[in-house]
Structure formats: C-alpha cells, structure tokens
C-alpha cells in the first residue's frame, strides 16, 4: 500500500472511530435499563413520557411557524431586491447575516430585556411568548434561509419570468405563488428542513423564553433525573436530526449544510 | 446587462413614476424586513449596548466596560477564548485531513457520501443530547471509560482526566467542529487542480515540497478562514457547555446565562457590558473571516 493511502485511511479510520464511539456508548447505555438483561425498557420508558411528546409537538410547531414567518418575509423581500433594487441587495445580505456575529445568548439576552416590560409585554402572556421565541428563531436562522433563497432566486431569471407572467396577464400575487415560488421550492424546502432540525434540537433561546415547553429544555431535564430514559431520547434525537439532513440532501442533490448555532 | 434587465423589468412593470420617487419606491418593498430586524434584532441588541455605557441611575459611564477587564470576567472571556482556539485548531487540522482522505479518489464513492452526510448530521447534532452522549462514552460511568478500566486497566479519570473540565469540554466540542470543518474545506480542496500536482511532480517536487510550496499556499486563505468560522461556533456555544459541566466551568456564555437568571454580578449594567464584549470578539472574527473569504475566492477564481 502506499504510504499517502495508509494516511488517509488513518484519517478516515479515527474520524469513524470519534463519530461513532459516543453513539455506540449511547446505544448501548439505552438498552441496560434492566440490570439482568438488555431491554428496550428505556425506550418504552421514553414512549410512554407524555411530556416528551407534548414539548416535542410543541417544537415541531413553533418550527414550522418559523418556517413561515421566516418565507413570508424572506422571499418577497430578495424577490422584490433582485428584480427591482439590486442596489440594495448588500444592505440585506448584511443584515441577515448579523446574526452570525450576534450568539443565541447575546440574542436571547436583549429580546428578553426589551419585550418583557413596557411598551411590548410580550412575555406576559402565552401566544406573546411563542411569538417572542419564533421571532427569535427567524433572527436566528436567517442567515441560513437568506442564502437559500438568494441562491435560488440567482439561478432563476426573475425579470424574465415576471414579465412572462405579466405579459400574460398575471397579477403579483399569481407571478410570486405560482411563478417564483414553484422555482424556488428545492431551496425553500432545503432551508425549511434545515430550520426545523435547528428549531428542534435548539435550547439556548428556548430554555430562557418558554423553558420546559419545549422540547430541548425537556431532553435537558430527563437527562438531569433520568439517565436510561435521556439516552434513548438522545438516540430519538440522533435520528431525527438525520432524517431531516437526508431530506435536505433528497431536496437538493448537493446541499450546502453547514451548521447551525449552538 | 444588468441595467437592461433591470429597465427592461420596470418597463413591464410600467412603474415609471417622477425620478425621484423610484428611489422611495425601491425602500418600499424592503421595508417589512427591515422593520423586522429593527424589532427583534436592532433593538435588542441597541438595548444591550446602550446599558453597557450607563450607570444604574441612567448616566453615561465607562465603568462597566474598565470592569471587563478584571479578573473574574476576564478569565470567563479567557477559557472562552483558549477553548474556541483550541477546538477550532485542533477541529480544522483533523477536519482538513479527514476531508482530504475522504476527497481521495482511493476512498470508495459510498463510504466518502456516508461520511460527507454524517457530517452534515453531526454538525447539527449539538447541544444537550451531544453532552449527554459524551457522558455516556466518557464520563465516569462511560462506555469507554469502565471499558479502559476493566479491560486494559487504564483508569482515565486516576490520570487526570475529567470529562467536565476544559478538556473534556474540548472533546465534546470537536464532535461539531470536526464535521463543520470537513464541509467548509471540502469546496476548497476540490478547487486544486490536478494539473497543479502533476506539474509539481514532472518538475521534480516531492510530495512534501508540493504541499509546501503550492498546496498549502493555495488552502491557507480558506483554512483560516474555515477555522474562523469554527471558532465563532465555539464561542458563542452555551447548551452543550450547560448540560455538559452543569455550569461549573466558567465561560463567558455560562456567566451571562447566569447574569440572564439572576443578577450574579450584582450590576445589570455590567451584564449588559458582558453581552458588548462577545458581539466584539464575534464581530472581529467574522470581519476576518469576510476578508479572507474574498482572498481565498479570488485565488480559486483564476
């Protein structure tokens, strides 16, 4: 063999052994809830926890709510700045991507301080709080969902495909739902999935705005009390974060995916 | 071209109003998005800045700020700091080199696109149930760790190890860095041409002398640049280092979260100041990382 291969496959070998070692420790953690035997004991533990289904139902909403507010205001928006004001295309690219320099603590820190007093008592009540923690979600995730449908909207050819529409007749709600938006679906469910693996999984933000309503504050929990149960449900949660990445990468053949904040 | 489009666009769209009207009308459609991030990201951190540079009465002072600079805060900043350096370094060579192998035309297509798509689920895996895992592999009841004991008889933790500290922080840290590192890198090995290490070989260079002399020259922009990124993704982590060390390790993100909780400085204002110290080292890094970007894209470009 030759010496350059035998490197590599050193790389390769410690990279799966550092990747999958945790797993397998987890795995293995999450089938010893019976002292005398494996057993799925663990997992029916998990499936039986109804808080756990509650806070992860939660989530799941609040993440498409993101999701929405996040496309509502996104895609008309880079619409509107690559058919008509290209000028003012880096003033909002920089604003989306300043969530990038701003950490979800920082972030979380000033949405509380401003929105729980006068004049915005978001905090006080229930639906104020959802809409504090996906407006901090869309702030969060925006860089993400800004890229996408920037690029999106690059590869399509706006101007031609509005005045098309136009010259047929269509008005500007039937040329951005049925014209622009069809085009942009790889890279609008690309973001979406992508969005809502970041929303599930989040806790920084969630943990200081709606707690134990959510469900990465409830993973956090089962773990400080119940050891055989939060290794299953760090497995759940293992698969479901892969289930959205093979979404993302079935969506778009080659998905650029980096990470998201922590 | 692009001003043919763009007047060939607002000709359809027969909006051909007084000239200086065009320019009210351009700001028009962008204004629900900026009125967004006025709110829910302007604001809130205009309010953290402001209450950095006041007293408790209101007043404009720089106190808070000559009050970062002491021990307790500084050493918060300073694990902070060591630890994201060290992630990011050790992350971005281990990463470079598993993305080189992984890139490697020897490595089989279906274990490279296996790899590739864990690490996009790894980079994402962070936070709580990462910490939690790692305490099921290396603390002290860990897979690993009674393995080591039992069958080798190595006792990790008799050594000194501990998986709550700052090196036990670090490891858990790398679970995300390493696999960010490979999908940031990854575009730009593929950038190296072939024909650049051919030539390099027919003139004679050794492999070292061509890593030396062309390869790593033409990555180091992106390299830096990558690690950058990594070390702003450490800096500002707070779940994984929450759940992971339950709080006892001191960085800057545990102490505001604390700050967040309740007053533990005592002094809001001073909190406030914490917050304005990470956004400038963050915005430093990213500014770095902007310029290097450019560099490096221009490079691959030609």
Not at chain 1, 52 to 72: F, M, P
Request: proline share 4%.
């Amino acid at each position: 063999m030759r010496k350059a291969t035998l490197w590599n496959w050193f790389w390769i070998l410690l990279g799966l052994l550092y990747f999958f070692l945790p797993l397998l420790a987890t795995f293995h953690f999450s089938l010893r809830a019976r002292k005398e035997a494996l057993s799925l004991l663990a997992y029916q533990q998990m499936i039986e926890d109804t808080r756990i289904w509650q806070a992860l139902l939660y989530s799941i909403q609040i993440g498409l709510l993101t999701i929405g507010l996040g496309l509502l205001l996104m895609v008309p928006t880079v619409y509107w700045v690559h058919l008509r004001a290209r000028y003012l295309r880096p003033m909002i690219e920089f604003f989306s991507l300043l969530p990038f320099v701003i950490p979800a603590i920082v972030l979380v820190f000033g949405l509380i301080r401003i929105y729980s007093g006068d004049p915005f008592p978001l905090t006080n009540t229930y639906a104020g709080t959802d809409f504090l923690l996906i407006a901090g979600y869309v702030v969060l995730t925006l860089p993400y969902l800004y890229r996408a449908i920037d690029a999106g909207m690059t590869a399509i050819d706006v101007a031609t495909l509005t005045e098309a529409a136009q010259s047929l007749g269509a008005g500007w709600g039937t040329i951005l739902f049925r014209v622009i938006v069809p085009n942009l679906r790889s890279a609008m469910l690309g973001a979406a999935f992508l969005i809502l693996a970041i929303v599930l999984g989040e806790f920084t933000i969630a943990s200081f705005i709606v707690g134990l309503r959510a469900f990465g504050p409830v993973i956090w929990q089962v773990g400080q009390n119940r050891a055989y149960e939060a290794s299953a449900l760090v497995i759940f949660s293992f698969l479901l974060t892969w289930i959205l990445m093979a979404l993302i990468n079935f969506v778009a053949r080659r998905a650029v995916v980096t990470s998201g904040p922590r | 071209m692009l001003s043919e489009r763009r007047s060939a666009a607002s000709g359809a769209l027969r909006l051909k109003p007084l000239p200086s009207f065009i320019g009210l009308l351009d700001w028009a459609g962008v204004i629900p998005f900026l009125l967004f991030i006025l709110l829910f990201l302007i604001l809130p951190s205009l309010y953290l800045f402001v209450g950095s540079f006041q007293d408790s009465s209101g007043r404009f002072t720089l106190e808070n700020i000559r009050a970062l600079f002491t021990p307790t805060i500084m050493s918060a900043y300073w694990v902070s700091i060591r630890i994201s350096l060290l992630t990011a370094l050790l992350g971005g060579v281990f990463g470079f080199f598993l993305a080189y192998a992984l890139l490697s035309e020897e490595t089989p297509t279906w274990l490279r696109s296996a790899l590739l798509t864990f690490c996009g689920v790894a980079s994402n895996f962070a936070g709580v149930p990462l910490a939690q895992a790692f305490i099921f592999t290396f603390g002290r009841m860990g897979l690993v760790t009674v393995l080591l004991r039992e069958a080798v008889g190595l006792d990790l933790y008799e050594m000194g190890f501990n998986l709550y500290s700052f090196w036990g922080l670090s490891i858990t840290y790398l679970y995300f860095q390493l696999p960010l590192m490979v999908l940031v890198i990854t575009p730009a090995i593929e950038g190296l041409r072939r024909e650049w290490r051919e030539a390099a070989e027919n003139l004679g260079a050794s492999p070292l002398q061509y890593w030396w002399y062309i390869g790593i020259p033409i990555l180091m922009p992106s390299l830096l640049g990558a690690m950058i990124l990594l070390f702003g993704n450490a800096f500002g982590a707070y779940a994984t280092a929450i759940s992971l060390t339950g709080g006892l390790i001191n960085l800057i993100t545990i102490l505001i979260g604390n700050q967040i909780r309740g007053d533990v400085l005592h002094n809001p204002n001073l909190g406030y100041a914490l917050a304005l110290g990470m956004v400038v080292v963050m915005a430093v890094m990213m500014s770095l990382y902007y310029l290097l970007r450019r560099h490096s894209e221009r490079w691959l470009r030609q």
